[in-house]
Each structure stands twice: as C-alpha cells, then as structure tokens.
C-alpha cells in the first residue's frame, strides 16, 4: 500500500501545495493583525530616556566672603530632576579643591532655576590639590558639577569685581 501512495505523486502535491497556502495566510493574518493593533509600532519605538541638562545663568560671588564663595544659578534644561552630590573648582594653573561629598542645593526639577553655592578654601571641607587658592578679581576658574546619576556639567566662571 505505501508503494502505491508513492507512485501516486499528484495526490502529495496537492497536500503539500494546500499545506504551503495555509501557511502564508495565517503569517499574512499574523502581520495584518499586528499592524491593526499598533503592536508593531509599539515595538519599534525607542525607550523614553530622561535626559540631565543644565545651564547656567548667571554667577555671583559673595556676598559674603567672595573670595572663597560663589553662587551659580543653574537652571535644569532636560527632562529629568538634577541632584547635585560634588564639585571641583580648577584655577588657570590647574591647582583644584574637590568636594567629594556635597549635600548640593535640592534637587533642581525640568524647567526651575536652582542655585549652587559653592565655597572654597578654608570654608568648606575641600581636598585641595596643588596650590591654595581664592577667588580674585580677573580670574577665570572652572567649576566642574557631578549629579546623583554620573552626568558632568562644566562651566567657566570669571570673578570681575
């Protein structure tokens, strides 16, 4: 009997040919239906990253002591709140203060305006590395901000009176 089946080759065609067209028309219905639910759409999407942005506004030193104190006006850009955890302030000969461990001003929400107050010297409890130094009129210092999620933010800071 199976000798038979075998020399009858156009009944396996037609099966295998029926087989094939059903085949395509469940993967046709499995796309149609993934597109009509927007499944597809859903997938292809990127993930909704926030993103840490500041900028900065404007600096003031002092007013108390502003040799060794100035206050940056940040405001947060992105679209994520900012929590500020250390600072390195550099002079132009490169000497540095750090501020590891910083409980900075409170978390600085999307669109606010925060403020910094960062202090150097002998007013905060800064490792210095290089040559002690103030904040003098007609300098340029760098401030290098760190926030709770890793994002670095440097700014350029001149003291003019």
Do not use: H
């Amino acid at each position: 009997m199976f000798r038979k089946l075998v020399r009858n080759k156009k009944g396996i065609d037609s099966i295998l040919a029926t087989l094939l067209m059903v085949v395509i028309v469940v993967a046709a219905s499995v796309m149609v239906f993934v597109y009509a639910t927007g499944l597809f759409s859903a997938l292809t999407q990127p993930p909704n990253l926030q993103k840490e942005a500041l900028s900065l506004e404007f600096s003031s030193f002092g007013p108390n002591n502003p040799t060794y104190n100035v206050t940056l006006y940040l405001r947060n850009t992105g679209s994520a709140p900012i929590s500020l955890v250390s600072y390195y302030v550099k002079d132009s000969t490169s000497s540095q203060y750090a501020k590891a461990t910083w409980t900075g001003p409170p978390s600085i929400t999307p669109t606010t305006l925060g403020q910094a107050q960062i202090l150097i010297s002998s007013a905060c409890s800064c490792t210095n590395t290089g040559t002690a130094f103030t904040f003098s009129t007609g300098n340029s210092y760098t401030i290098i901000l760190l926030s709770s999620r890793g994002s670095t933010f440097s700014y350029s800071v001149v003291r003019y009176s």
